[in-house]
């Protein structure tokens, strides 16, 4: 009997709307996220200010896009770096290197789902949050919503570098670019993210030689955007500034919070044990 009863109670379990339990546990991580209040330290906080501080500058100082994009430019021939094989293999090596990235997440969930398959833990749960932030912030925000609906032409479409467009500064809706345009670079995007693995995917006594590297290689394929013409600076580093919002809120929502409350719960528990 006690085994039909198990069993019993285990479908019950199945048939629960597992989307409203999700949706619940959501509401309860956001709650504690807003109850915990926001710290000036805390990631969410520093990649909120630096989105509102680039954004103030480049559209008070909108120059400096073009200066910077110039500096890869020739008149005579245009922008020069463009087909440069080195480049161009660098430009190239990014999709093997975010596959590697995703094949390794996807892999750890998989594990830990074997380990509990209630409930993911510890790597697993981060990698969830990794890969949803790719998908929020590189698909749905940048290449869904601004770089779609904004209209900003690329540095090479522009008449100051041999184009017809017009330039338009950072956040200006235009409808010089009608898709796939220039505000802002997914490829800066993708490249800010896989520095967002490596903070939470490797661990601390790896991170201080793996960041480094990592970052060098992502801020390559940042600068080989604007070399190409494709991007103005503004595009590249309010990319990489939103992507670490958005990866930035979810860690907190999913992992910080989550923790902070459990924390909360067990020094309550000592303390009325103590009482």
């Not at 520093?46 to 910077?68: K, N």
């Not at 509990?116 to 290449?143: F, K, Q, T």
């Not at 067990?266 to 303390?271: G, I, L, N, T, V």
Request: one cysteine or more.
């Amino acid at each position: 009997m006690t085994d039909v009863t198990a069993i019993g109670e285990q479908g019950r379990r199945a048939r629960r709307p597992v989307n409203l339990h999700t949706l619940r546990r959501g509401a309860t991580r956001l709650r504690l996220s807003l109850a915990a209040g926001v710290r000036a330290d805390e990631p969410v906080t520093v990649a909120f200010v630096t989105v509102v501080a680039l954004s103030l500058y480049f559209a008070l100082l909108p120059g400096v896009d073009m200066a910077v994009s110039a500096l890869f430019y020739s008149p005579d021939a245009g922008f020069v770096l463009a087909d440069n094989p080195v480049l161009k293999g660098l430009r190239k090596s990014s999709t093997w290197v975010l596959g590697l990235m995703l094949l390794g997440l996807i892999g750890e969930v998989v594990v830990s789902l074997r380990r509990n398959p209630r409930r993911l833990e510890g790597w697993g749960r981060r990698a969830v949050v990794l890969l949803i932030g790719l998908v929020v912030a590189s698909g749905v925000l940048v290449n869904g919503i601004l770089k779609s609906m904004w209209g900003r032409a690329r540095p090479i479409q522009i008449e100051g570098f041999g184009g017809d467009a017009d330039f338009t500064r950072t956040w200006q809706i235009s409808d010089n670019c009608l898709s796939n345009c220039s505000f802002v670079s997914g490829e800066g995007s993708s490249a800010a993210w896989m520095v967002a693995v490596v903070v939470l995917m490797v661990p601390a006594p790896w991170r201080r030689w793996a960041l480094p590297a990592v970052m060098t290689y992502a801020a390559a394929l940042s600068l080989n955007r604007i070399a190409f013409g494709g991007h103005f600076l503004s595009d590249i580093l309010l990319s990489w500034a939103l992507t670490g919002l958005v990866v930035a809120a979810l860690h907190r929502l999913a992992l910080a919070c989550p923790r902070a409350a459990r924390q909360t719960r067990r020094a309550r528990r000592r303390s009325a044990v103590a009482a």
